[in-house]
């Protein structure tokens, strides 16, 4: 079978990994049987219609995947963003078969009622020694989409507690009575601000802020909720400041009029630093400061949704720390790159008032919470915050290069850290072409190429990366 | 430090466990200092208004659970009804530790567009193996609540693919259009019809068809679905069949009235087979099967949520098994003694027609369904849902005599297998009292007492059960 293997010549830093391949392997062979087959059992158990490629994960290792017919790809995409510091990572696996994992994973605690322990340590040794600026309480969730309703149902509770006048007011009679019946003024008909494009999730109020696709959304009850529209900037940002601040300033008086005005009053309102699914579409640090003015002068509160930006990727280990904000968001959401899944809340005032009231079975998963732990202590031990950002910028120059010779295929080049985006014609045929040489990349938006290496990306990958993408790019003038 | 043991006398089979405690063990100190302390030091990072206590789960054993001040509780209540084979279990243990379970966390797939090469494997030799009868599909989700959402995603997709006219007719540009902006005809006005007293979980979809309490409700914005009334039966149920008849009559007469009239067409119901946050509520397999019935006559979907009464509790492994139905139910969800959640459904033709509609990034957790079949194999190792069925039974003779003796403690005596519920005077006290003796129990509705005990609860434990209900009758009904 004939194997076609890159390398790499550039001399860079060493590698992280000296058990990691030392490029794709491609076999150029029609159709990938194994593959073929194990998607049709498997499609008589579970709908297989999105499926990509089946993978043996015990062969793959840092940022290398591999199918079942023997390819071995570089992965830009990492499972859609959520692969932090490498396949089959040695210090994760020695935290997956420690006794505490075992214990958190057999002995899972309604963790509301029955916290275990040591429950507090293992959150301030992990999800919160990196929480975010000004923050310094966490609710963990299961994904991102419960993460942002739970957000979503706290700032409901703290709007209404307020306008009840404070913590100490109790309900009455009709509040009580009505909420039993999903009407008002028990169930207000409040609503969360998100904007054009955003994604939040797709459970039903996580969706109903979600405005990525109508293919996400079509035939599913949603609540009347406004969206705001996002400023469509041109880039590089930086070469467009007069055109960028007239449009970012036409969106935030948009969402000012809507949260001023809209019917069902607006509780919070929810934004992602790079709107990622509908296409990494930025904005500058500007705009987002602004937008913290506007939600602290109308009582509002801000939610930041880090799902996909967070955890390093954009050289920074939260994106939203690029805003140099005066005050924190009032909530931070997060998951993908944590394994893990939850928001933070900055006050305690923001509580509750009550038991019971933000509450589930289980209250999080102790055995993510370990894992995002040994993944911050990775992080910490590879310096990786670092190494996205100087990956990033290597990158995004060679990238450069090739947007100068292919303005077509590699238009609206954009990123932070090695969270970088660009938009190509006939972008499907782009990824499927970059897949044929030995690299998955992943799409979002419309036309948008999305690159979401792993933290442990570096230099001589992206020379393996920008060699294929040449190759793609050549091939594809060609035809 | 005094200690009291309670210890058992009459002879029974053979405990599973052999290291398992012989008994509680109560410290009567005034207060739990290192509890208290803990709770103080977590209340930090987390709202702790309704922890119960803080636990050291390695010390916990079997029925079990352990304090941090040294007390050793027989456990009744079992994480909220999600500890399945007792704690630290050694097969679970050992299928923790496995190689299968270290990659599945540390490897995470997107499972919808990467699955792991054995996926299909793990789990027709899981969760499908206990699939209930007629159901040979799932799909994972992360938690009780979700599995519920993602099963009304699905009906409302089939419901709106079937009125567009089948699975092959594509979406106008209306409808696409109009899903952006959450309004009708894309984000259609559809419901989901739950019973009164129903629980379905706490996100915003979920929590519209709950009808608990109104403290879970209270404040969040719900959606206008329906509520049908869930029959108020007097048990016990063999001795009151005609009134019990008559009531299960009204309320199905209310529910089809619901479904044929609803504002918002009604696509499926939701309904638990005891209501069980709604204060353990039975009704006959005749009143379920009628409900089958009115469900196809309609042409809607029928959702049975088995997230608290599945895997076994009630002596049966899915607790609708006892309805006896001539057609399986559309969707079964499940969570809890699991350890994982999913929802079950039976045909193939409601899968949705493209790709990507029903969809988020995890699509399930390889760990947790790996978790799920050891549990699946444990129950069959020791006979589980049989030992549940004898236990239980022993259990009720001998709660009936407490009913006979202290009836205002012991009212509406019911249960399936060791699912099993009573309503009590001055609840809250009846449980705080049985935990004073060694045993930890849990509420449920305004004044039930609920016993959720494992499926490893046998008659040995019955005795220690009972000796301590008998002494805490004894006390309240002198005071």
């Not at 957000?151 to 100490?168: L, P, T």
């Not at 999903?182 to 939040?200: D, L």
């Not at 805003?323 to 005032?349: H, I």
Request: hydrophobic share 40%.
């Amino acid at each position: 079978m004939p194997e076609m293997r890159v390398h790499h010549s550039k001399k860079h830093s060493l590698p992280f990994f000296e058990q990691e391949p030392a490029g794709p392997t491609v076999r150029r062979t029609s159709g990938r049987p194994k593959c073929e087959l194990n998607k049709t059992e498997l499609d008589e158990v579970v709908d297989v219609q999105h499926v990509d490629m089946p993978v043996n994960f015990t062969q793959c290792f840092g940022n290398y995947i591999c199918d079942l017919d023997g390819q071995v790809l570089l992965d830009v995409y990492a499972q859609i963003a959520s692969i932090a510091v490498g396949y089959n990572n040695p210090s994760l696996d020695h935290s997956a078969r420690s006794d505490e994992m075992v214990s958190a994973l057999i002995n899972r605690p309604a963790m509301g009622n029955f916290p275990q322990h040591n429950w507090r340590e293992i959150l301030t040794s992990g999800i919160l020694k990196v929480a975010p600026k000004g923050l310094n309480q966490v609710q963990m969730a299961s994904a991102g989409a419960d993460a942002n309703e739970m957000a979503f149902k706290a700032a409901f509770i703290w709007k209404r507690q307020q306008e009840r006048g404070g913590y100490h007011v109790d309900f009455t009679a009709t509040e009580l009575e009505s909420a039993m019946d999903n009407s008002t003024p028990g169930s207000p008909q409040y609503s969360i601000m998100s904007f054009k494009k955003g994604f939040h999730g797709r459970l039903f109020a996580s969706l109903s802020t979600t405005r990525s696709k109508a293919l996400h959304k079509i035939d599913i009850p949603a609540f009347d909720w406004p969206q705001a529209p996002f400023p469509s900037l041109r880039y590089p940002l930086d070469e467009h400041t007069e055109y960028n601040r007239c449009e970012e300033s036409r969106c935030l008086q948009a969402a000012e009029d809507i949260i001023k005005t809209y019917h069902n009053p607006v509780a919070a309102i929810i934004v992602e630093p790079i709107l990622s699914e509908g296409g990494d579409i930025h904005a500058s640090p500007a705009f987002f400061r602004r937008l913290r003015q506007i939600t602290k002068e109308n009582n509002i509160l801000m939610i930041v949704d880090e799902i996909q930006t967070g955890v390093g990727a954009t050289g920074k280990f939260w994106a939203h720390e690029y805003w140099d904000l005066d005050f924190p968001p009032d909530m931070v959401t997060f998951s993908k790159k944590a394994q893990a899944a939850g928001y933070y809340y900055g006050e305690k005032t923001i509580r509750p008032n009550k038991p019971y009231r933000q509450f589930n079975t289980w209250m999080g998963d102790a055995s993510k919470a370990i894992l995002f732990r040994a993944i911050v202590d990775e992080i910490e031990r590879l310096d990786l915050v670092r190494n996205v950002e100087s990956t990033g910028k290597y990158l995004r120059a060679q990238l450069f290069e090739l947007s100068q010779r292919s303005p077509n295929l590699f238009m609206n080049l954009r990123g932070q850290g090695t969270f970088i985006a660009f938009d190509s014609t006939d972008r499907d045929l782009f990824i499927a072409k970059a897949k044929e040489l030995g690299v998955l990349i992943g799409g979002c938006g419309e036309r948008t190429v999305r690159l979401r290496p792993m933290l442990i990306f570096q230099e001589h990958h992206c020379d393996i990366l920008i060699d294929v993408l040449t190759r793609v790019a050549r091939d594809m003038q060609c035809s």
